[in-house]
């Protein structure tokens, strides 16, 4: 599969805060500002190129530059590690106003969709980098480790593959994520039922197994557009997710959702889903 690596221009284009040259005049002086692109161009050195980028849009135009900002990396096809029917990635996140340091994370791209996740690296989990001068030798070796990670995600991908679930515990899977969207209240603030959640996108997406159920939820929390009604009754379509922080955050916590489906059924196979969460 050919890599498209975004340019330098397409990436400012894309996420001017990429190349912010000062933070946010409100940070103190121990604050060490280390542009993005000089990260992006480091892990560029060490073959990690980036293919996709996004900003969280914000109101006032003077935090353009200071936006949470998202960049994510893969490596050529030649050193490429094929997990499923997915292709790793590193996903860098960071802001320069504050609210949040670097962080590396593991990703997956699903080829049939063009969808991007976020996955736990098992007990490693994701890598934080405060701003200060180390903040690139920090992130070289932080992706190191995460790299070392992905046959433990591989791992995982297949045994969510070879699992196979009842259409009632497909539908408890979607309402936990809906509880993960929404909240508790989820019922009353969520626009789609669980079942408009399973909706399969693809005749290939149908089969019963625990990562296409997965998948199916993902990529239509991800994308919106799945149709429901609002609180008034009047018909809607679910909005694409477009915030930096919430893109990752819910696609850690349906990974970590999928992986206690997958434990609690490895543990009890006998017993429905139903069952154990009422339990």
């Known amino acids: 599969m050919a890599m498209n690596i975004l340019t330098t221009q397409q990436l400012f ?7 912010a040259e000062s933070p946010d005049k409100a940070v103190s002086d121990r604050y060490g500002f280390v542009p993005t692109i000089d990260v992006v161009e480091s892990l560029q050195n060490e073959g990690w190129y980036p293919v996709r980028a996004q900003q969280t849009n914000v109101r006032n135009s003077d935090k353009r530059d200071l936006a949470r900002h998202m960049i994510r990396f893969r490596q050529d096809p030649d050193r490429q590690m094929a997990v499923g029917d997915s292709i790793p990635e590193l996903v860098l ?68 593959q070879s699992t196979l679930i009842s259409s009632e515990e497909a539908y408890l899977f979607a309402r936990a994520a809906l509880s993960l969207r929404y909240g508790e ?13 399973l909706q399969a996108r693809r005749n290939e997406d ?39 922080s919430e893109e990752v955050r ?28 009422a339990a």
């Open 13 to 19: 284009k894309i996420a001017p805060a990429i190349f």
């Open 185 to 197: 209240e989820w019922q009353a603030q969520s626009p789609i039922s669980p079942e408009s959640l």
């Open 93 to 160: 996140t960071n802001s320069h106003d504050r609210s949040s340091a670097y962080q590396l994370d593991l990703g997956l791209f699903r080829l049939a969709c063009s969808n991007g996740m976020v996955t736990p690296a098992g007990d490693l989990g994701n890598i934080r980098v405060r701003h200060g001068k180390n903040v690139v030798d920090n992130i070289i070796e932080g992706s190191l480790q995460l790299a070392g990670e992905i046959p433990h995600i591989s791992e995982s991908v297949d045994d969510f």
């Open 250 to 277: 819910l696609n850690r916590a349906l990974w970590q959702l999928t992986e206690e489906f997958s434990k609690l059924k490895h543990h009890h196979p006998k017993q429905s889903m139903k069952k154990i969460y």
């Open 206 to 244: 149908k089969e019963p197994s625990l990562w296409k159920t997965f998948n199916r939820v993902q990529e239509n929390m991800m994308k919106g557009g799945v149709l429901g009604r609002s609180n008034n009754g009047r018909n809607t379509r679910t909005r694409a997710i477009k915030s930096v």
